[in-house]
């Protein structure tokens, strides 16, 4: 029994052995510490780390996990039990660290340009499952005129849209019974490419030095609007660097637009929501310590200018529709149009464009930069039609905006003979054109500016104006608006004209002003009238106005208009100026219209309501009659017995 137990305790003395065999290489390699670790004084969590003498060890994925890859592959490394460390010591002088042993933690101080980068994206994307409606819907707009009880036309179009296709078509009765069909084309849109085909009567125009037409065919253009989240400009950005946690403030023209908790290092603001022309972008950096830096960058933006690599685009074939607001089937002459842009830096915009049509065949060329003083437009043009008539053009613009001021200038040119599908040889038009303008604020109620414009065209002669006019804050809600023209006619005639408008608020969307006008052929008049604007939803509005000359009312408008659940009513009644013969009676109008439109939702019913402009929205609160429903603030309706409200 006494072997037995020797035996025992021998065993039990080599089992600890085998145990501490281990433990004593461990030793050797450093003593084994769980250690909060702060990058920049920013807290990154615990990590296992191998504690020497005078060093740290620390995992070589660790370093990894905390963006530090760089600094890591410059460190001495060391394999221990299959695991890779890296030294910290070795790390100076990119990084260095503080071991606290008390409170077992490790401050390192790296480099901030060695840390990983922070990206703030100040781009409004859309929201989180965002759904686009593609529901089946049919409208129909209408709106008739009568004239003083005996003379009668209307307008009216309708819209089908089916899992996003459109079907629309418009028609017009005119005074003398006839009925005329306006433009009809299916619409397809395709969301994810920002494509839109249309098929049936379409206006396409070639841009600038180019021309445009109806015509009756097949139309592929890519359209930004399809994505209302989507940025088609260059992304103007700010570049920090933040030495420790800290806040991030970001400025547009003096209006914070975000403050943002950053991590220490590279920080990059991109996608700064800008207004085009000129302002300035500023960040303002808080560190821990309450050290701040602060950066101001100007910028010149233009809504004309593409991002480098995007592409917009117009593609037009079909026949061109004749006289389109008289006769509904006059299709006649073949067209093609082509019209290209794509961004080439994030400064400059390059294009072209392509059009053919009966005996006419025109192309040009378009550059658009921005540069620190202003936004730059050139085009090109050459052309050649039947009867071996060739053609060239050109033109130039400037315009420069920005808080107190703004200048633009503009010149265009073309040879007696340039071409386009609606420029024919034969037709008269401007050989030159010279605008220019000015315009400057004083102060929040003080602004001046210049208007200049010549035209010479290559039939009637030379046309020039310049008008000078200002906008005065007297009080407030009370303005003073003048302008002053003279005017050179074809001829050698010139004539001076001189407006001025006192405008002042009554309150409740209603204004009234007193206008005078002289003129240099002695035709001089006094205009008053008093405003009140129709809300957007349910509600009324007026407008009556005189004028008087010599003394007497020349002629006056007294206009009112109503609109309720179910439409927009209006009644307006004109007094003509007294004819030059005293013996003709004078003459007066009285105008009734009236517009509204027809909607039909499938499952949810039909409903008589407001014209339809663009889009069509319902709201649905079941079973619940009388709520009100808002559009920008103002009341357009209430739900019905259903409990649905159907906003236009």
Not at 396 to 416: E, I, V
Request: aromatic letters at 8%; a negative charge; hydrophobic letters at 40%.
């Amino acid at each position: 029994m006494h072997c037995r137990t020797l035996r025992c305790w021998y065993s039990l003395l080599l089992f600890v052995l085998l145990l501490l065999i281990p433990l004593t290489a461990h030793a050797q390699d450093g003593q084994v510490a769980l250690l909060t670790v702060f990058v920049n004084e920013s807290p990154k969590g615990e990590i296992p780390f191998l504690v020497r003498d005078q060093d740290l060890l620390v995992p070589t994925s660790s370093l990894a996990d905390l963006g530090l890859e760089t600094i890591a592959a410059s460190g001495s490394r060391e394999t221990i039990d299959d695991r890779q460390y890296v030294s910290l010591a070795s790390l100076a002088p990119d990084a260095t660290y503080q071991f606290n042993e008390p409170d077992l933690s490790v401050r390192l101080q790296v480099d901030s340009s060695q840390l990983a980068s922070t990206t703030v994206d100040l781009h409004r994307s859309a929201p989180d499952g965002i759904e686009y409606a593609q529901d089946t819907s049919f409208y129909l707009n209408y709106a008739p005129r009568l004239l003083d009880f005996h003379t009668f036309d209307a307008y009216a179009e309708a819209g089908l849209s089916v899992r996003g296709t459109l079907l629309w078509s418009s028609a017009s009765m005119r005074p003398d019974g006839r009925v005329v069909r306006g433009l009809t084309h299916l619409t397809f849109d395709d969301r994810a490419a920002m494509h839109r085909w249309v098929v049936g009567d379409n206006f396409s125009s070639a841009g600038v030095l180019g021309g445009g037409a109806y015509a009756g065919g097949v139309t592929l253009s890519r359209n930004f609007d399809l994505d209302p989240y989507f940025v088609r400009g260059p992304s103007f950005g700010l570049a920090a660097t933040a030495l420790t946690p800290s806040t991030l403030d970001v400025y547009v023209n003096g209006v914070l637009v975000r403050q943002e908790q950053v991590e220490p290092g590279p920080v990059r603001v991109e996608n700064l929501p800008l207004q085009s022309g000129t302002g300035v972008a500023t960040y303002v950096l808080r560190d821990v310590f309450g050290n701040t830096q602060t950066e101001a960058s100007p910028y010149y933006i233009s809504n004309g200018v593409l991002r480098p690599g995007l592409s917009e685009y117009t593609y037009t074939v079909g026949l061109t529709r004749e006289n389109a607001a008289t006769e509904s089937f006059s299709y006649e002459k073949p067209i093609a149009l082509a019209r290209y842009r794509v961004g080439a830096t994030d400064a400059m915009t390059i294009g072209g464009r392509v059009e053919v049509g009966a005996g006419v065949a025109s192309t040009g060329a378009t550059l658009t930069a921005v540069t620190p003083v202003g936004l730059l437009d050139f085009a090109a043009g050459a052309s050649g039609a039947h009867g071996n008539h060739a053609g060239a053009a050109w033109a130039f613009s400037w315009g420069y905006q920005n808080s107190p001021a703004s200048l633009g200038l503009a010149l265009r040119g073309m040879t007696d003979r340039y071409a386009t599908v609606g420029l024919q040889p034969a037709d008269d038009r401007a050989v030159l054109e010279v605008n220019a303008h000015t315009s400057l604020s004083i102060s929040r109620g003080v602004s001046l500016g210049t208007r200049h414009a010549l035209t010479e065209y290559r039939d009637n002669g030379l046309l020039a104006q310049m008008s000078l006019f200002g906008n005065f804050r007297v009080a407030s809600g009370a303005t003073l608006v003048s302008t002053a023209t003279r005017t050179a006619l074809p001829g050698g005639k010139t004539g001076n004209d001189f407006f001025m408008t006192f405008v002042v608020s009554l309150g409740r969307a209603t204004s009234a002003q007193v206008s005078t006008h002289v003129q240099s052929d002695g035709h001089d008049e006094v205009i008053t009238s008093v405003n009140r604007s129709r809300p957007r939803g349910i509600g009324a509005g007026y407008r009556a106005t005189a004028a008087y000359a010599n003394d007497t009312i020349d002629r006056a408008q007294v206009t009112g208009e109503a609109a309720s659940a179910y439409g927009v009513h209006s009644a307006r009644y004109d007094l003509e100026s007294a004819p030059a013969d005293p013996q003709a009676p004078r003459r007066s109008h009285l105008t009734l219209s009236t517009q509204g439109a027809i909607v039909f939702v499938p499952g949810i019913g039909l409903f008589a309501t407001r014209p339809v402009q663009q889009a069509i929205g319902v709201v649905r609160v079941p079973g619940v009659p009388g709520v009100r429903g808002y559009l920008n603030n103002q009341e357009v309706g209430r739900t019905d017995g259903n409990g649905n409200l159907l906003v236009p």
